[in-house]
Each structure stands twice: as structure tokens, then as C-alpha cells.
């Protein structure tokens, strides 16, 4: 299965943008497909396991989350343990530090337990991934 990838210049250091993507319980503050997030292993900062509840068009979920922070801040990634519809949903974001910019690159795959063409399900996640992003940028540079 093939992953969606965009990236976004964000006009903050990496260490701000950092902060930001590790506050995982903050997201549903700013971003609009995230409506609550509850940590299940490890703390506010940098989860290892999250409860989710996901909103993005038609998509609505339940999703239980885990976080691999080894790489931080250069990389992050993310896999699904368990879902109500999704059976995948595979995440990695990397920073690179352009000074007073960060260049942020985000990753995704997401496969469902129902039957979706790959070209609405390939829609879905450049949306997801793109807006996301656009929301990461605008939290950051407030």
C-alpha cells in the first residue's frame, strides 16, 4: 500500500515545532480532525499510547495509537493497535532544521476494514496529511 506524503515550511525553530508535535494531548486544541485525546502509557509529553477519537469527513473513529519517539525530534512515528474501522493507520513526521525554519514532511498510511476504492481512500489521506500540516503551521506560528 503506498503512503501519502506532504511537506510544509513552518516559519518557527525546530525546537518550537518540537514542543508542539510532542504535546499530543493538546491536538484536538488545534487540530480539526483530532475531537479527543486521552493518554493511555507514558505522560502529556511524548505518549507511548493514546486513545483517540478521529473526525475527518465521512471518517469517524475510535483509535488506539502507539507513539515511537527513539528518533525524536528528528523523526516521530506512529502505528495503530486497534480501531473500530480502521485496520491501519501507520504515521511518520520528520523535522529539519532550516534555522528560523522547520521543514516538516509527514507520512501516511490508513487502510479501513470496509471496501474503499484506493482512489477516494488515497484522496482521504492526502487531506488528512495536508490539513494537518496546514494546522501544525498555523498552531505554531500562532
Known amino acids: 500500500m ?3 506524503r ?3 515550511i ?3 525553530p525546530i525546537d518550537q515545532v518540537a514542543q508542539a508535535i510532542a504535546a499530543v494531548g493538546t491536538y484536538p486544541s488545534w487540530s480539526s480532525s483530532m475531537k479527543a485525546v486521552k493518554v493511555i502509557a507514558g505522560d502529556d509529553i511524548k505518549p507511548t499510547k493514546v486513545e483517540m477519537s478521529l473526525s475527518s ?5 475510535e483509535a488506539t495509537l502507539n507513539f515511537d519517539w527513539s528518533a525524536f525530534p528528528a523523526s516521530l512515528s506512529f502505528s495503530l493497535e486497534s480501531a473500530d474501522l ?16 522547520t521543514e516538516v514532511s509527514y507520512s501516511l498510511t490508513v ?9 477516494m481512500r488515497q484522496k482521504a489521506e492526502k487531506a488528512v496529511v495536508d490539513q494537518t500540516l496546514k494546522e501544525l503551521k498555523a498552531h505554531v506560528e500562532g
Request: proline fraction near 5%.
Open 2 to 4: 503506498s503512503q501519502t
Open 6 to 8: 506532504s511537506t510544509i
Open 10 to 12: 513552518i516559519e518557527a
Open 57 to 61: 469527513g465521512a471518517l469517524r473513529d
Open 86 to 101: 480502521l485496520t491501519e493507520m501507520d504515521g511518520h513526521q520528520e523535522l529539519k532544521s532550516l534555522g528560523d525554519e
Open 111 to 119: 487502510a479501513l476494514s470496509m471496501p474503499v476504492p484506493d482512489m
